[in-house]
């Protein structure tokens, strides 16, 4: 028997809703849930009275970047922000250098990681445009699901074309994976920053003039018709609209195989936040106006969107100041894995209504579910992987770049007073990091684990 | 601290599925799920190895008619039947002598149930076209919810005018409880009897003629209506046909508060059972054509049905007689009450390829929760009610009239092998029923609890 | 070759539009549609410079009572009102005495118009709940749709069971003919009347309150569901809720038979009206909201709405002020005949943005359509018959009822400025009334053809 | 006054059916519809006894490619295709030497037609990624819709890009024009046949299965969606699959504004003369399989399809010729102008029970009126142009190529016999062909008319 760890007095989060209850960890896993842990003897005891303890948050979307060069985030360092935000599990991107896009990528990738991460971690295959056997190599090496850009996003990650959609989606529609999608529809993108380019544009604003919701439904339109079509899952990532989510709604109830996520960037920032962050708010999809963001709320009451991930990306500040006179020299993307889900736990709870068993679901059990972790990640059942986060809900805190983990200290929440804290988060039955008031990192590079697909019914 | 049952070895049942895992029960709830209990001290320990342990049913259509004048079933008898089914709590329609119809009647029957019955159980109230002053003392007495006959069913339930069902419907979206309707058309259904007696038909297949399916599509199709203009959560009793389903998933995607049960003679007999079985195959809906049933089933699958409950009806062996030369002697109902869950168990896990997730829910989860009882009632999670119910998974019986507990010794199902026993049965911790070769009652009449609406978020 | 007219100069109305073209008629037929008639030899010249030349109205729902005991319209009098008002056809309704519920009730009415009518009549059976033997006996004497009430209308009348409505329509679509429905819910209207009445409630604006809008949505939706299960064509009689039309739009959208009439005081009254006009405003479905209205003249526009028919009915001013102290005493029923077209066309042209195409469709096309009268009525082209108004859409008059032709003088349109007046009505060849400034009837009774099911379609 | 013609006895066709009248046309127009011409005075009378008299055709999808370098077809030779085919207009699309593009290239092309052509014609415009002005250059020029191919046609006709879609969607919807696409899958198509050739695939076949039915139905779904967002009117050209008809009949449902056109080769021929015909079989769409022919005829019949036009490419038959050996050399289109219309008719009237109203609707009412000719063009009636065909719907005729009179003799339908055969074709009053046994041709090149947009509503 393992070490064993008893956290006593919290209200334990589930899908359902929460309940008051212990929990007992022995070694990696939950050993048991009980309404009292007072006769358990425990190596440690951990109070949790007044306290929110929820499965860890399982962020399907991080930028890490690992191996990159130059270097910009890292397993290492992504771990860290994780760690500070209640997160326990990431399902990597495929960027990195080179883009995974074959068995081999796959297998350095999950070395790089195993080398580094303190959080669990499952990899993304990158569909782009290569061979089907390619494809065929990652998914023997155990990733979870693929990954397309509908719209071009960088050299190594090219659009994926309309017959690369049609094929992966017929692929996973046998192997049973989710195909994940970066739904903007390249040609209206390009052609909307080129037009604004040509007006001399440079404001912030013009990214998001450049981007209007058409050019994402557009993309989220022509995904589930591959879907719908084949059979396969599509996974929209990042959904920024109101028009996108009702699509998305529609196709659901139809019976299409279709799944989607939104960020927080899309929950609790808009278009005003754009033109007051410029660049360190640019990202793709762009900001959205006040109304889409609602729209967003929505759709996350009514059960349309299934996942809240982060989709961080750790650029450096230099980076994102080349374009503070021009907006179109920011590279794409926001840090954001560390204040996630304290700022949607605060929203959901304290301002929009909701409950902590919509928390559970959008940040660790639908994530789990759709990347085939469930029921060892996402869920706090004995048997399951003891991945902890303890909440506390009432404790305000303002955010600043300078306390962030990751490894670019900078965050497009700058300011923002959060009710909802996180106290402590445990993967596999370590404490990885607490905060009795001063932060305090406890978790090791290398102590993370490679995922692989269907990781959530294996035994050991 | 109460006294302590440990269930060992056990294989738990939940809404998302099933794990291994150890039960411990303090007094009366759920004190912790454990991967192992061994070094738990306990007065009791229950060795379920090998088998499935579940949420106590929650049959939420029993007629227990108690008081009635002459008594057919009552709570005790009910309660024995129940306890041998896998059931540990029922919600007691409104027939009795009088009618539930008022506050008093409830008074009094609140006052019968804890006198004799030993599952806990909840009352319905009738709405039968008196007074809104009356279903609102009913609703101050605690009932759970509302029921009405689209046909006529009795001299005290006569079918609700559709203006009792817009009124009621009105009322119940205000105060939030849902409302149960016998769903035939009350016209069709008369004209068509009395077609089948012009023409002096008399045989079992003139009970199902006399009522085909659009009988039922009708009223379904108008309680739906009633639901989406008021806002009222329309509960749809013993839905029999695809048609019906059809008509209610439609409804639910477009945001119509409605749910539907099924019961096992609409998902376990047909109507060659009817023509076979005579009067004692005799109910309303009326068994129906092959094709019905696999769409029933199609629903089961698809989660549009929400709850299977039991419909169980105990006549006298006499009154179904009576049916014999003449099927419209027969009393309208069938006794089921005990066989239901196992043989719903066994279908779902043995030839339908559905899982333990589908039958909680369905059994235990979803009835405790549209019925305002959950998490009290339907799950095992600390801190619940320690209804529990162990199957053996794997063990066969075939069922006998003789064997039934409930007052009635017999059973449509005579004959039918089911690949499912329940082993045991605990209600609020206590073992009231077990069987390890020979069936033995160990629970007392007076101990079952009064469960008033509301009574899943009560503390104590 | 019979009696030649030529009506020259005018603007010829049609299904798509308006043209100019000159009309020739020859005895009881069409003969020419020509740009110049100049060289044609006529017996008479009609000159329609300026004018708007139509197809004669086919109003398919009047009340004439005829044979009526006391008499109340009759055939003579209310072909004044329609030739007046631009109707050469209408369907008359079963209401008389006896109620029209056999074939022998066919014949007598049949004889009794031909020995009164001007203009040309086609009859509806009434389906009251007797065998469907006699309603055999009415089809086999051509009566062209049959027409029940879901809501009882006189003891006459009763409301049809929903029995009755399920064989009717099983008959319906064998035979091919519509089954026309006024739709409105016995029970709630009933329960409606009965509350408003307890609470001492005699004004008008009670009666409107007595059966709101569900009163019709729910026997509408009730309708289509019959059509839908057995294919016959739902006629859903003066609609008027934007609810039930909105109900019709998406059965028709998916494929149901169903078509749906509104009437003038749908459009061009409302419930204002009916706290004005106290008894006079009393008919049903009620003179409704704005909000109403406005959405009816949406379905109309939007094509939704296939027929605009009057519901004349030609109570005595005597019977309606009865109910000016007690709204209840007032008979249900507006008189409308002569007003309708005018008024419609008025508003269709000067108000609505709408076409002479639109005006066509609903006056004359759509109706002879449906009642199987087409292209013989309702149509202007070679070979029809020659039933022609010609309105002169410029010219305002002022609605008194002392200037009706219709036996009872009095309209609840009493004082509208109309602009859009009949200038002359001409019934197979036959000018039977003109309008050069001061009304003249030429028509004569006993002129009028009864037109048996499928009449457009005969040569002769 | 005008030349008077009088055609007698005939059976005159309409949208809304066939009825017995004679037609007298004086000059260019049609100046009377009247049940008997005997007494007029005519400089020319025809006869029609037995014979069916429609509104010419009007043939929206032709390409004559003038002025073409080299010359394929011509207006003269494709003039000579469509008088014998029953065509009386035409709307030429854009391709050509150049391809229309621009106002400069209208108004020559406009000039070439008014020199050659004996059909009246108008011009589509072509929306080839070029700037907006050169498309208002082009409206301003009285071009009656624009054209895009959503596949990549030739390198004068390059796929439009999602941007172009959308730009000129909002255009039209604005100006209020339709909008044709060719609708196949640019990136779907290029690859399949990539994938194709990359086998060695040569044959006939691998054409068809090199653009399966997802790659035209993919396109449509994002027509439809381009114009649900804009407003802008769709016109699907040349449907081949029952899954876009049903996506477009969804659409229409909805109040999406969108129409769609098939053509012969999608009625007539399936898979298998595509095998049997080789390169003289190959068009885009491909020839489908049966099941899909079968499922266009149900859109016929259900009123999806608005327009059936020839989608006309006169190849020369050693162009097609170099495809005998490999599919992939042979020219893309098929000859069919002169053999659309009689085709169609005899399936329509003698193997699949559709009405004359159902061909008047779909080869000339519909066209016309979609493309801003209607009234003048499209029907008989008083006034329009007296555009007149008259068909022998009982005539047996084999199809043979050396008979057409286009310029290039070869026809896919060779050795059909058809039942059904223009007898006489009359573009504004003057008999340009006839065949009394022996074809004539009487029509003279450059008396076709340019006819601008809004042409059907202009008085001279
Ligand atoms: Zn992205
Ligand atoms: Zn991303
Ligand atoms: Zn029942
Ligand atoms: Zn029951
Ligand atoms: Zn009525
Ligand atoms: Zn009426
Ligand atoms: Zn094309
Ligand atoms: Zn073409």
Not at 13 to 31: K, M, P
Not at 367 to 387: E, H
Request: charged share 25%; aromatic share 6%; glycine share 12%.
């Amino acid at each position: 028997m393992g070490r064993r760890v008893v956290i006593e007095g919290g209200l334990l989060g589930t899908e359902e809703g929460a309940f008051r209850a212990d929990l007992v960890i022995e070694g990696e896993r939950i050993a048991a849930i009980t309404l009292d842990a007072s006769d358990i003897d425990a190596d440690e005891r951990i109070d949790a009275r007044g306290k929110l303890v929820v499965p860890g948050g399982v962020d399907v979307h991080t930028h890490f970047k690992d191996p990159g060069d130059p270097p910009t985030e890292g397993f290492y360092h992504g771990s860290l922000g994780a760690i500070a935000g209640g997160i326990t599990t990431v399902v990597e991107m495929p960027q990195a250098t080179p883009t995974s896009s074959e068995g081999a990528h796959i297998r350095q990738k999950r070395a790089v990681g195993e080398q580094h991460s303190i959080v669990d971690f499952a990899l993304w295959g990158g569909a782009v445009n290569q061979d089907l056997e390619k494809i065929d190599e990652m998914i023997d090496e155990g990733i979870v699901a693929l990954k397309s850009f509908m719209a071009g996003s960088s050299p190594g990650f090219p659009a994926a074309t309309d017959d690369t959609l049609l094929a992966v989606f017929r692929r996973v529609a046998e192997v049973g994976i989710p195909y994940g999608l970066h739904a903007e529809n390249d040609d209206l993108l390009e052609a909307g920053i080129a037009r604004l380019k040509a007006q001399g544009r440079k404001d912030p604003m013009a990214h998001a003039e450049s981007r209007p919701p058409i050019v994402e439904i557009e993309a989220i339109h022509r995904a589930i018709f591959f879907a719908e079509q084949t059979g396969g899952h599509a996974y929209i990532c990042h959904c920024s609209t109101a028009g996108g989510l009702e699509l998305v709604k529609a196709a659901k109830a139809r019976g299409v195989p279709v799944s989607v996520e939104t960020c927080p960037q899309y929950l609790a920032l808009d278009e005003e936040d754009l033109r007051r962050l410029g660049p360190f708010g640019r990202c793709a999809p762009p900001l959205r106006a006040r109304d889409e963001v609602e729209g967003v709320w929505r759709y996350v009451a009514d059960g349309t969107v299934d996942v809240i991930s982060s989709d961080h990306c750790g650029y450096t500040i230099e980076s994102k100041e080349a374009g503070l006179d021009d907006i179109w020299q920011a590279p794409l993307g926001l840090s954001g894995i560390q204040t996630m889900y304290p700022i949607v736990l605060d929203d959901m709870l304290h301002q929009r209504g909701l409950d902590v068993g919509t928390f559970v679901r959008l940040s660790a059990s639908n994530p789990a579910r759709i990347f085939s972790l469930y029921p060892r990640k996402g869920t706090l059942q004995p048997g399951a992987d003891a991945d902890v986060v303890i909440y506390d809900t009432e404790r305000e805190w303002t955010v600043h770049g300078e306390d962030m983990l990751h490894r670019n200290k900078w965050t497009p929440f700058e300011g923002r007073v959060v009710r909802s804290r996180v106290v402590r988060t445990i993967i596999r039955g370590r404490t990885v990091y607490q905060d009795d008031g001063a932060p305090m990192v406890t978790g090791e590079p290398g102590t993370g684990r490679f995922l692989p697909r269907g990781y959530g019914r294996m035994r050991d």
